[in-house]
């Protein structure tokens, strides 16, 4: 329960920016259509959208242990041997800002690759409210439920003309999380890059092991991309953070972008920050590159 809270807080917790940007104009649209429930209305003004031309792009369906798993696959039409990037999404699933993402990414040449890790606990993109989603789906997704579907998703890639020689794992939010837990878990993974996951937490059956509990036997670079201001995930976490890995030599680091809050990089949120977003892409894609993504 105390990480569904914590889960929680840093979902609708506000930032120094929540209440100015809602000024500005928090408003319900058509391009509502294609995002999560729980995340309505969008903040028309600031969504990012990336077209699809000169890609292949779009919802595929893997077989994992008799469970077709959806997945949003975006790549360079027609291009073989691509390096893979697993796109890891927040709570509210592979809705439209996630897809939007895998876009971007093929539009560097990476085949990237967001698989929808909750499909056989329902639809997160359905459910009305944050609360609801969190206690209803979110706090039934096993760990180890998740490894096992990225391990296939990246079994798929290696089959389908992805290079899995140079694989790279990013995640949102919960996808933050799961970032630093897939870096651990498989070592072909050359790179990951954190955005405000979670790092500490009380261990559970289903959680069993938390970012910080890994720091130390790391052994992938991660960079982790974090709020000043997140009021759910507070900079002493971080530090916490930081100082595990320094155990370790995995070579990871932090950016902390001072005035942020938590989903600074979620442009259909209040919690947008488009200056903070645009250097923490850059830093990702230079992330991945130097380590061989």
Same mark, same amino acid.
């Given at each position: 329960m105390e990480n569904m809270k914590e889960d929680f807080d840093s979902l609708v917790g506000k930032s120094a920016l929540s209440d100015e940007v809602n000024r500005r104009g928090f408003l319900k649209t058509t391009l509502g259509t294609g995002f999560a429930a729980a995340v309505l209305p969008v903040c028309a003004q600031s969504v990012v959208k990336t077209d699809a031309d000169g890609l292949t792009a779009g919802t595929i369906h893997v077989t994992i242990n008799g469970q077709e798993v959806p997945v949003y696959r975006a790549q360079p039409a027609g291009k073989k041997n691509l390096p893979v990037i697993l796109v890891i999404s927040e709570i509210f699933g592979v809705h439209e800002y996630i897809a939007d993402v895998a876009r971007r990414f093929a539009r560097q040449g990476y085949l990237a690759l967001a698989p929808d890790l909750f499909v056989r606990q329902g639809d997160p993109t359905k459910y009305p409210s944050i609360a609801e989603l969190q206690k209803e789906l979110i706090?039934?997704?096993?760990?180890?439920?998740?490894?096992?579907?990225?391990?296939?998703?990246?079994?798929?890639?290696? %089959?389908?003309?992805?290079?899995?020689? @140079? /694989?790279?794992i990013t995640g949102f939010c919960w996808g933050g999380r799961i970032t630093w837990l897939y870096a651990a878990h498989n070592p072909q993974v050359k %790179?990951?890059?954190?955005?405000?996951? @979670? /790092?500490?937490?009380?261990?559970?059956?289903?959680?069993?092991?938390?970012?910080?509990d890994i720091a130390a036997s790391l052994k992938t670079p991660v960079l982790g991309l974090y709020g000043g201001k997140d009021t759910g995930i507070p900079v002493t976490t971080v530090v916490e953070m930081q100082d595990a890995l320094k155990r370790g030599k995995s070579g990871s680091e932090f950016i902390l972008f001072k005035d942020a809050g938590h989903a600074f990089h979620a442009d259909y949120r209040p919690s947008y920050v488009e200056a903070d977003a645009k250097e923490g892409w850059q830093h990702c894609l230079t992330w991945f590159k130097a380590n061989g993504v």
């Open positions: 706090s039934k997704v096993p760990d180890a439920q998740v490894m096992s579907d990225l391990d296939a998703i990246v079994a798929w890639a290696k %089959a389908n003309g992805g290079n899995t020689a @140079r /694989l790279g %790179a990951g890059v954190a955005w405000y996951g @979670r /790092l500490v937490g009380n261990k559970t059956a289903l959680q069993p092991t938390h970012p910080v």
